[in-house]
């Protein structure tokens, strides 16, 4: 092989590369909210819009909405890793502390997303490697709210999680 035509290749190598690398990489919006989220949270309120009466629902595939009230969240920007810790003094759901990958994800001109997977003792993806997407709505240096968009009764609802800085 010459030298032009091993230029030419590396030369499109370079672009095949940075092209791929450019459209993984993170905007500096996005970099700003991880650094936001960074730090420990608690749960402190879920609320439901569009859904009338007592509901018991399941949420992350792990407990009843109401046993994640309290919780304890932890969130390491600069490895994308986490968890969250259950905390029932009554007893009534199950005592439960979770290791998460998170990021945050960036559709197209809509609002940014938070997302994460539950991993289980040996850091490995549960949930057939499925994870959970939040809206989102509220962020700041002490507050942050997520939105999940839900069907309920066959009628769009949702669940808004709000968390506050510890």
């Known amino acids: 092989m010459n030298n032009k035509t091993f230029s030419k290749k590396l030369v499109a190598l370079c672009i095949v590369v940075t092209t791929v690398l450019g459209s993984c990489s993170v905007s500096n919006e996005a970099r700003g909210i991880k650094k936001n989220i960074n730090g420990n949270w608690v749960l402190q309120t879920i609320t439901a819009e569009g859904i009338t009466g007592v509901a018991k629902t399941r949420i992350f595939n792990e407990a ?7 919780s304890e969240w932890n969130f390491l920007a600069n490895n994308s890793t986490g968890s ?3 905390v029932d003094t ?3 759901c199950p005592a439960i502390k979770r290791s998460i990958r998170w990021s945050v994800y960036e559709p197209k001109d809509l609002p940014k997303e938070f997302q994460f997977k539950r991993l289980d003792d040996k850091k490995n993806p549960m949930d057939d490697n499925a994870g959970f997407r939040l809206k989102i709505t509220q962020l700041d240096a002490a507050q942050m709210k997520l939105r999940s968009e839900i069907t309920f009764e066959g009628r769009p609802a949702a669940i808004i999680y709000n968390f506050v800085k510890k």
């Open 64 to 70: 009843d909405f109401g046993c994640f009230i309290g």
């Open 90 to 92: 009554k007893k009534e």
């Open 84 to 86: 969250y810790t259950i």
